[in-house]
């Protein structure tokens, strides 16, 4: 696949936000004011407002084959199917509801202690049971700062997909693994990185993909930036040709900021499909 076609995705993490009964109208809020056409849009609300969500974009709005539509994804699953694993959700209990999830996010590996291993088998679990998956990597501010980020992003990715035979990771779902670039320093902290720093580290997460023997050289899988992204600094990240769109943290709880976000991802995906004037 060449570079220019990747999809464009713009994934909102509501993180600990929402309830039950109030997740439904603003994923309903949010999906009618990003009608964009094909940007692949992706909510991930927390577990228990899944149903919610899942009810109120059924119908036009639901996620359709070709990721038009707005999709419905978890925010982790567990690494084994079932067992005895209190409070716990396995990929395979999220059928009906989710069809994506995200793995590995920054706030998962500094509260729940979770390893680059442990992500890699939560990573298999997500793809066996057919979850669109979103692998964070990130390095934290001493690792920048110490020119380190590279390196590090280097080793999670490598852990992460230790044993997995890239072919199988992906299949033949173009939007069966995407890696969110997400600098531990830009998220939540309203300071974002650069573009440019972020296509270096999109280049870097492709050398890494490459070297572990994905084809092409990695170029088939979207690269999201995350950290801090808002309707302001959007641009800066969509204007690289390296990044395919963004993971949203705060800004995806308000839906005039999400509607801006995928607007500007939009003039992206039609730019790669030739159809913008
Ligand atoms: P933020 O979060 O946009 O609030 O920085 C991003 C993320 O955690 O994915």
């Known amino acids: 696949m ?3 076609m990747r999809p464009v995705i713009v994934a909102g993490n509501w993180k600990m936000h929402t309830t039950p009964a109030d997740a439904g109208e603003l994923a309903r809020l949010i999906a009618a004011r990003s009608r964009v056409d094909r940007v692949v849009r992706v ?3 927390p577990y228990v407002c ?15 084959a070709d990721g038009s539509g707005v999709a419905v994804g978890a925010q982790d699953v567990h690494h084994e199917a079932t067992g005895a694993f209190t409070g716990a959700i396995s990929a395979p209990m999220l059928a009906g509801l989710a069809t994506w999830t995200i793995v590995g996010h920054s ?3 500094r509260d729940a202690c979770e390893t680059d291993e442990l992500i890699g088998r939560k990573l298999m ?3 066996a049971a ?11 501010l001493a690792d920048r700062d110490a020119g380190l980020a590279r390196d590090v992003v280097d080793r ?12 199988a990771l992906a299949g033949d779902d173009p939007l069966g693994l995407t890696i969110a670039y997400e600098p531990v320093w830009a998220i939540g902290t309203g300071r974002n990185a650069r573009g440019a720093d972020a296509a270096e580290m999109a280049g870097a997460i492709r050398a890494a993909l490459a070297s572990i023997g994905f084809a092409d050289g990695g170029e088939d899988v979207p690269v999201l930036y995350g950290g801090s992204v808002t309707s302001s600094n959007i641009d800066e990240f969509m204007a690289e040709p390296s990044i395919d769109g963004a993971l949203v943290g705060g800004a995806s709880l308000r839906p005039d900021e999400m509607a801006a976000i995928v607007a500007r991802a939009g003039l992206t995906a039609a730019a790669r499909a030739g159809t913008l004037a």
């Open 156 to 167: 999670q990715l490598r852990t992460c997909l230790a044993g997995a035979a890239p072919a």
């Open 125 to 127: 679990a997500a793809r």
């Open 43 to 45: 909510l991930c609300p």
């Open 2 to 4: 060449i570079r220019s």
């Open 50 to 64: 899944l149903a919610a969500v899942r009810n109120a974009l059924a119908g036009p709005a639901v996620e359709a």
């Open 107 to 109: 706030e998962r590996r």
């Open 130 to 140: 057919g979850l669109r998956t979103i692998l964070c990597v990130g390095e934290q």
